[in-house]
C-alpha cells in the first residue's frame, strides 16, 4: 500500500499551489467491464518544475490513485498506479475493468515528496456509471428445494421494494409479477477484525440485497425474467425450472459445472491476473452458449467453498456478485462455506450458524481466522440457499434435488462428529432417500476427504472426517464426494477405508472423490504424496463439466483454462446397489 496520505479535518491533503494537472478520464460514462484511461500532460510538471518520478523500481513515487466514492477523502483511495517516467507530453494509465459498487470514480494525482508524504497536483472530473448508483447488479439465481419455486436475488442502492417481471416463454402475456423485501448488514454485524474495521478497502457498505421469490413455476419450463427498483431493470434474461420430480423429463441428461476456489486476490480497480477465475468463468459462459445453441443446457453451477476470497476486504465480493453474474441469471448457482467465508476467533455472538463459542477449533485442526472476521455473514445475507429439508441450516448444510440427482451440502469448517446438528442433518437426509427417483446422491464439502496433496496440517483433518461421517458415506451409497480447499485437481478411484472397490466389469462399488479446487485461487505447489487410491491429479487453473446421463452412467470432465481442453475425463458406472450390500454389513 501507499504510505499514508496526510489529511486535514475535511480529509483533504496538501494541494499544491501552482501545480494543477489536468487529467483527462475516458470513457465519461461508465458501463461494467470498462476499462478507463486517465490521461494527462507531463508539460505542466515540466513547467513548474516537479518531474513525475519513474516508480517502476522504487517503492514510492508519484501515482495516479483511484477513489469510489468521488467524495472520499484523500488517505481513502481503492486503487493506484505508477506514475510512468516522462517520455512523452501525453502519458496514460488503466484502471479497470470496473464494477459498480453504487459509487462515482475520480482520479487523483498524488506527488511523493522527499519526506515520504504526499501533495495532490490535480484532480480529474468525476465519472459515474450510465444507470447510476441505483444498476441493478450482481443478479443470482438458485431454487429453493420447494416445487414450483425460484429464488432471484441482486445489489442496489435502492431501500424499495424488489420486484421481479416475468413471464411463460412463449406467452408474454400476462406479466406477472412478484416481490420482495431488501435487506442489508453493517460492520457492526461481523465478527472481528479486520472485517469489522471501515474503509475503502476494508468494510464498504454493501447496498441493498434484493431478494424474490417466484412462486406458481411449471416445472421444465423456461421463464424470460428481469429484476429491478424504482424503474432501475436488469436487461432481460431467462432460466428454466427443474423437472418435476418423478416425470420422464426428470429421467433425462442433467448438466452442470462444479469447482471451488474461485477467488484471485484482484486490486479494487486492476486487472485480473493471468488465466485465472475470468477465465474459468469466460470458459463456462462460452459452455452455456454452445449448450443453449445445441438444445442440451446445462442446469446449474455447485461452488464448493472459497468463494470470494474477501476476507475483510468487502470490495471483493463486489466483483464476485459481477464476476459470476452472467452464469448465476442464466442457471442455478448453489454455494458451500469455506474457511474463507466462515473461520473466526473472536465475535462468535455474530456467528449467523450460531454455532457454539467461536466456532470449530478441534486441537487436532488448523481452524484459524482465515475469513478475515467475516465469520460467513456476507455469505448468509448475499445467498439464499434451499432450506426446505427439515434439519437443514442453509448455507452452512442444505440439500436439493434437480432430475435423477440428490446433492447434500456439508461444512467442513463446523463440528461434524455423531451427535451434532450437522450430523443428524446428514443421517436425516440419507435415511429419506428414495433411489428410484434420485438414483445419483453427491454430498459436498470444501476440505477434501481424499487427497494426495502433502500437506500434514490438513492430512490430519482429512483423518478426522474419514473416522466422523466416511462409514456413512459409504453406507448409504454416496457416488461422488466433491471438495476444493486446495488449490488444484484430484481424482481417486472408488474408495473406502483406502482400498479402491471397483467391480470387474468396471462399475463403482465405492464413493468417488473429486476435489477441484482449481478454479482461480493461487496454485498450490506440484508435491504429492503417492497413494494406491489417486487416478489424476493436477495444478492448472480449470473447472469440472459432469453429464448425468442417465440412471446408471455419467461423464466427468476436467477442462484446462490456459487451453480450453479436457484434461481428464472419467465414466462413473454404477447400479447404485453396493449401499444395499454394505447396509447388511451394518446389520
Not at 438458485?142 to 406467452?171: C, H, I, K, Y
Request: proline share 6%; aromatic share 12%; net charge negative.
Amino acid at each position: 500500500p501507499l504510505p499514508v496520505v496526510e489529511v486535514n479535518e475535511e480529509g483533504k491533503a496538501h494541494s499544491a499551489e501552482h501545480v494543477d494537472v489536468t487529467m483527462l478520464v475516458q470513457p465519461s460514462v461508465l458501463n461494467v467491464g470498462d476499462k478507463i484511461q486517465v490521461s494527462w500532460s507531463s508539460d505542466e510538471l515540466q513547467q513548474e518544475g516537479h518531474q513525475p518520478q519513474a516508480t517502476f523500481d522504487k517503492p514510492h513515487g508519484d501515482v495516479i490513485a483511484a477513489y469510489c466514492p468521488d467524495t472520499a477523502s484523500d488517505d481513502q483511495y481503492i486503487d493506484y498506479r505508477a506514475v510512468p517516467s516522462v517520455g512523452t507530453k501525453l502519458l496514460t494509465v488503466e484502471f479497470g475493468p470496473v464494477v459498480n459498487m453504487r459509487c462515482r470514480y475520480q482520479f487523483r494525482y498524488l506527488h511523493a515528496k522527499a519526506d515520504g508524504k504526499y501533495d495532490v497536483y490535480g484532480r480529474s472530473a468525476v465519472v459515474g456509471f450510465r444507470q447510476g448508483t441505483s444498476e441493478p447488479t450482481q443478479g443470482r439465481l438458485a431454487e429453493t428445494g420447494r416445487p414450483g419455486e425460484m429464488s432471484v436475488m441482486w445489489v442496489s442502492d435502492l431501500n424499495s421494494p424488489s420486484q421481479v417481471q416475468f413471464w411463460t416463454s412463449g406467452r408474454p402475456i400476462p406479466l406477472q409479477n412478484a416481490t420482495g423485501k431488501p435487506h442489508t448488514y453493517n460492520a457492526t454485524d461481523l465478527c472481528n477484525t479486520p472485517a469489522t474495521d471501515i474503509g475503502a478497502l476494508k468494510f464498504r457498505d454493501p447496498g441493498f440485497i434484493h431478494h424474490v421469490v417466484l412462486t406458481g413455476l411449471v416445472p421444465s419450463t423456461v421463464y424470460p425474467y428481469r429484476y429491478g427498483s424504482d424503474g432501475h431493470w436488469s436487461e432481460w434474461n431467462e432460466f428454466k425450472t427443474a423437472p418435476a420430480p418423478g416425470s420422464r423429463e426428470s429421467q433425462t441428461d442433467i448438466n452442470f459445472f462444479v469447482y471451488g476456489d474461485l477467488g484471485e486476490w484482484r486490486s479494487a480497480a486492476g486487472p485480473p491476473p493471468g488465466d485465472r477465475a475470468y477465465t474459468t468463468l469466460g470458459g463456462i459462459n462460452k459452455d452455456l452458449f454452445e449448450s443453449f445453441l445445441a438444445d442440451n443446457r446445462f442446469d446449474f453451477v455447485l461452488h464448493v467453498g472459497d468463494i470470494s476470497y474477501a476476507r475483510g476486504l468487502a470490495y471483493q465480493w463486489e466483483q464476485f456478485g459481477n464476476l459470476v453474474e452472467p452464469v448465476a441469471t442464466r442457471i442455478p448457482y448453489y454455494v458451500g462455506i469455506g474457511n474463507h467465508e466462515y473461520d473466526h476467533v473472536a465475535g462468535g455472538d455474530k456467528d449467523p450458524s450460531h454455532a457454539a463459542g467461536d466456532g470449530f477449533h478441534p486441537k487436532w485442526g488448523n481452524y484459524g481466522d482465515d475469513s478475515g472476521g467475516e465469520c460467513a455473514v456476507p455469505v448468509f445475507n448475499r445467498f439464499s440457499m434451499p432450506n426446505a429439508s427439515r434439519l437443514s441450516q442453509a448455507p452452512f448444510w442444505y440439500a436439493h434435488s434437480y432430475g435423477m440427482i440428490h446433492v447434500i451440502w456439508l461444512s467442513t469448517e463446523h463440528d461434524y462428529y455423531p451427535g451434532s446438528r450437522q450430523y443428524d442433518f446428514l443421517i436425516a437426509e440419507l435415511e429419506a432417500l428414495n433411489r428410484t427417483l434420485t438414483p445419483w446422491v453427491f454430498v459436498n464439502g470444501h476440505r477434501p476427504m481424499y487427497s494426495s496433496r502433502k500437506s500434514p496440517d490438513n492430512y490430519r483433518i482429512q483423518v478426522h472426517q474419514r473416522e466422523a461421517y466416511e462409514d456413512v458415506l459409504h453406507k448409504y451409497g454416496v457416488d461422488i464426494f466433491w471438495s476444493g480447499h486446495y488449490h488444484s485437481y484430484e481424482r481417486t478411484c472408488a474408495v473406502y477405508q483406502e482400498k479402491c472397490m471397483e467391480s470387474p466389469d468396471g462399475r463403482v462399488e465405492a464413493t468417488v472423490h473429486l476435489m477441484v479446487g482449481m478454479a482461480g485461487a493461487q496454485r498450490d505447489p506440484p508435491e504429492w504424496d503417492t497413494k494406491s487410491w489417486t487416478k489424476r491429479h493436477y495444478i492448472d487453473y480449470g473447472y469440472n463439466r459432469v453429464y448425468v446421463k442417465n440412471a446408471t452412467h455419467l461423464l466427468s470432465e476436467y477442462v484446462e483454462n490456459e487451453s480450453g481442453e479436457v484434461r481428464d475425463s472419467v465414466w462413473i458406472v454404477s447400479d447404485h446397489r453396493w449401499h444395499a450390500a454394505a447396509e447388511r454389513q451394518w446389520a
